[in-house]
């Protein structure tokens, strides 16, 4: 292994995560939920059930909530070094493309030199390593599993077995036995895929391993259900999937939804020749390439198992950016040319460079949100000149040009970040928390109106739950118990409203977050 092939794309990666910590602060609503649900595991000292507003939270599993409380502990409290979290999952992710394209091609040294420019080259993959989520985190133990499944088939050691178990068990602390449905297909069509009679001791031997990982798993599960009381343990052993996959809740769509997204997963590899003429030499194998059946059956499976569930979003497909990336890293490897461009690829950054630069004198009338022309100038002229640079550039290896792909895709995020980066910090709650945390302490209660997200909890360092507002007599009654109190409301920002009757705001996504005193509640809108 040349750890430069890793090493340098890993710095780049890190490199992203510093720079994009510094142009935003933790996203509404679900960032600063999951650091709210992390700070009241911190707080009440429970590490088993985590709470939101001090209720059983049973839509994620704890692992997340229990890195962040680690994180804490080593280096404070902190939000900075929160960031590293995914980060080294997205590392981690990396690392095991690198691996797994070696089980699959392991003469293949040209796609090995070059999987890992190719994995953070995918602008989605990059993209959501710079979230704070559960999904960069659930994409490693996938990968992991699967590293560990190839493992089981090509040397049947008990350590391959060990890392399947292992993986299964933390993927569905991660974010539940959704893992599962990664994996099914690559168990299921072994025989199909595997250049090696998987034979009766695979299938056994990993369910065997499966089972041991769902009941390490459940060492965490039943206890916290015992805990979490009765609608609790619903949530985490039934409701929270059944009602995703059967009726969604949440997030419903439509049986084909996620093929749309194809392109973009694809971006920037979609706009460049010399994947396509790749990829023509995969299809001329006619599924005699071992990798290539692997990755048909990975796609397509969970493709089909994922459209088939009522609620669907983008994230919950996150493990088969990989799939992806080894796929176009096997046909740039397969390409035959003596030099690569990127014309196309060049011309639309170009476009969009110049777009940009003169987005600031036709936006500002028809755009409410804070907008920096300068950033907007400063990106465009960054990205138009690299534009330039690709269209004209005749690269005369396949990894020199697999580079310069991977660092537009790195320089496209930041811009996006860039242009964004005052909305994002208007977007900052933590005065607002405070505000809310000074009041605590004072002995006044303080109420949330309407369904709140914990958003306040960790940047107010709030000790107590918030008391929740649901109708308009509720919002009587508190009032008439608690006059001193404070009530936290919204308003869409074109709203006028009294200001005297506010103690503190904040921009809130589209709206405003008000922090009304409730003794004057009725003279808000006055």
Known sequence: MRVKNLL??????????????????FLIIDETRYIGVAWEMFNSGNYLVPTLNGVPYDHKPPLLFWLINLDWHLFGLNTYTLRFIPLLFGIGIVFLNYKIYKLLWKDDKNGAKIVAWVTIS?????????????????????????????????????????????????????KSPVILAHLLPLYLFANFWSAKEPGKSFYIGALVALLIGVALALTWMIPAAKMGGEAFARGIFWEQYAG??????????????????????????LLNSNFYIGLKEIT???????????????????????????????????????????????AISLNKKSFYRARVYGALLIIVGIGLIVAPWFIKGYIRVFLDSKAFIVSGIVLGLYGVFLFIKKFKSKESFVKVVA??????????????????????????????SKLEQKGIKVAHYGKYHNQYQYFGRLKKPLVILW?????????KNNPNGAIITYKKRDIKYNKDAVIATTKFRTQNALLVKAKMWKELNK
């Open 8 to 25: 340098i794309p890993m710095l780049l990666l890190t490199l992203l995560i510093v720079v994009i910590s510094y142009l935003k602060p």
């Open 122 to 174: 995918m602008l989605l993959f990059s993209f959501y390593t710079t979230l704070f989520m559960f999904d960069i985190m659930l994409s490693f133990w996938v990968l992991l599993a699967m590293y560990g499944g190839l493992k089981i088939i090509k040397d049947g050691k008990l350590w391959s077995y060990f890392i399947f178990a292992f993986a299964i068990w933390f993927g569905i602390l991660a």
């Open 244 to 269: 995703r996959a059967v009726d969604a809740f949440a997030h419903k769509r439509p049986f084909w939804w996620y093929l749309p997204w194809v392109p973009l997963i694809l971006f920037p590899w």
């Open 284 to 330: 001329k194998s006619r599924f005699k390439d071992e990798g290539v059946r692997f990755l048909f059956v990975w796609i397509v499976g969970t493709f089909i198992i994922f459209s088939l569930i009522s609620g669907k979003q983008l994230h919950y497909i996150v493990p088969e950016f990989s799939a992806f990336a080894l796929l176009i890293t096997r």
């Open 407 to 436: 660092i537009s895709s790195i320089l496209i995020i930041v811009s996006i970040h860039y242009i964004a980066h005052i909305y994002l910090h208007k977007q900052d709650l933590t005065k607002f928390s405070q505000a809310i």
């Open 471 to 479: 109708s308009k007599k509720s919002i009587e009654m508190f009032i």
